[in-house]
Nanobody, 124 residues
Framework: QVQLVESGGGLVQAGGSLRLSCAAS????????MGWFRRAPGKEREFVAA????????DYADSVKGRFTITRDNAKNTVYLQMSNLKREDTAVYYC?????????????????WGQGPQVTVSS
């Protein structure tokens, strides 16, 4: 069993930056693919970014490419999402997710564990 606890959400002005963190319990974190998803008000959950177990591979949604960066520190059992040049449409609840085995990293159904999600609100 893996537990994921996110932190770092909040209110930021458009153009600003935030960093989300997701701390995982358990000793097998380094073998998990980790992802970030978000759900905006009135919309379905959508993929944001994912990172392979070693950090060597990353995937991003087109809407965040060039603005968001996903990284991980396996020694700290933590994955990060650095968000820059934030836009109002980035306002959402952001969820961290982990998968032991996964094919398509952008498919939420492939993830085994989920965090509760911090709110990120971008004001104009």
């Amino acid at each position: 069993q893996v537990q994921l606890v996110e932190s770092g959400g909040g209110l930021v002005q458009a153009g600003g930056s935030l960093r989300l963190s997701c701390a995982a319990s358990g000793r097998t974190f380094s073998s998990y693919v980790m992802g970030w998803f978000r759900r905006a008000p009135g919309k379905e959950r959508e993929f944001v970014a994912a990172i392979g177990w070693s950090g060597g591979r990353t995937d991003y949604a087109d809407s965040v490419k060039g603005r968001f960066t996903i990284t991980r520190d396996n020694a700290k059992n933590t994955v990060y999402l650095q968000m820059s040049n934030l836009k109002r449409e980035d306002t959402a609840v952001y969820y961290c997710a982990g998968a032991r085995y996964i094919g398509t990293t952008s498919r939420g159904s492939g993830y085994d564990y989920w965090g509760q999600g911090p709110q990120v609100t971008v004001s104009s």
